[in-house]
């Protein structure tokens, strides 16, 4: 108990010299990954500057800037995408889309494309009714159109991850998007050293905190499979399905009756 007031000081005190991290200290210190042997110091400082030193990069957009892009659907299994959802995506996010998620039998599915053909994603949907699955239509804001910045974006091998929103952080390439530049430069360092931190949900917690009220995420482990939504409560359940945002949707496919929740 000593030692772990000890550290919880330490790391206390480094986290509050940001202002950034005083507001997701509570989430990190409670990681699965800080559960380590009283005597482990050296393991407890490893994931604290691993996680540190990756997400110091990043800046979430502030607070009431109309950054939401794209389009992020959650299907559960069993559920139908009405195919005027997926018309009106196809025609306002045209450069790009993306499925992953996994069938009734756990088998993973994972379809990446850069020519949005609503017609085909409509056919492909329609076969997968019985999967549970993520979807992504793309509107570039960052990097080029190709197929390097479609989603979903491999963390690791059987870890993905689709992202609807803006994070603000270092470009170090400005032909890749600003989700490639999360996956590559942040999230797949702490992947490889810290496998299980990705999914653990004081670690999505964390996430959360650092994406703010403009980004949605969802993460997929084809391990498992199981599907992980960060910031679901600012999307839009309608239907059956959650929506990231119905910023670029037709705003007459929605009514208040059958829309529920808010999202820019």
């Known amino acids: 108990m000593f030692l772990r007031r000890r550290l919880y000081r330490f790391f206390a005190y480094q986290y509050r010299k940001s202002i950034f991290f005083r507001n997701i200290q509570p989430a990190l210190y409670s990681l699965k990954a800080f559960r380590a042997p009283r ?4 393991a407890l400082r490893r994931v604290h500057e691993t996680v540190g030193q990756q997400f110091s990069l990043i800046q979430a957009p502030a607070t009431g800037r109309t950054t939401t892009m794209c389009v992020l659907i959650h299907k559960p299994a069993g559920v139908a ?23 009734a039998d756990g088998d993973t599915v994972l379809e990446r494309h850069v020519d ?28 080029d ?12 091998p059987g870890l993905y991850l689709m992202h609807n929103g803006s994070f603000t952080l270092p470009m170090r390439d400005p032909t890749y998007s600003d989700t490639w ?5 942040i999230l797949r360092p702490l992947a490889r050293r810290h496998r299980d931190l990705i999914t653990d949900p004081t670690f999505l917690e964390l996430i959360s905190a650092v994406a703010g009220p403009v980004n949605r995420l969802i993460l997929f482990d084809a391990s ?37 929740g808010c999202a820019a």
């Open 39 to 42: 005597d482990d110091y050296s």
């Open 81 to 103: 995408v009405p195919e005027p959802i997926i018309q009106s995506a196809a025609l306002h996010n045209a450069d790009g889309w993306g499925v992953m998620g996994h069938t």
């Open 116 to 143: 949005v053909d609503a017609a085909r994603t409509i056919d492909f949907l329609r076969s997968h009714t019985d999967s549970e699955l993520a979807i992504h239509l793309r509107r570039r804001t960052h990097g």
């Open 145 to 156: 159109v190709n197929a390097c910045n479609a989603h979903p974006f491999e963390i690791e």
């Open 181 to 185: 530049h999360l996956v590559h430069d």
């Open 224 to 260: 498992r499979p199981k599907l992980h939504l960060v910031n679901r409560q600012i999307g839009v359940d309608y239907a059956g399905l959650w929506i990231g945002s119905l910023k670029w949707l037709d705003a007459g496919l929605f009514d208040e009756a059958s829309a529920v």
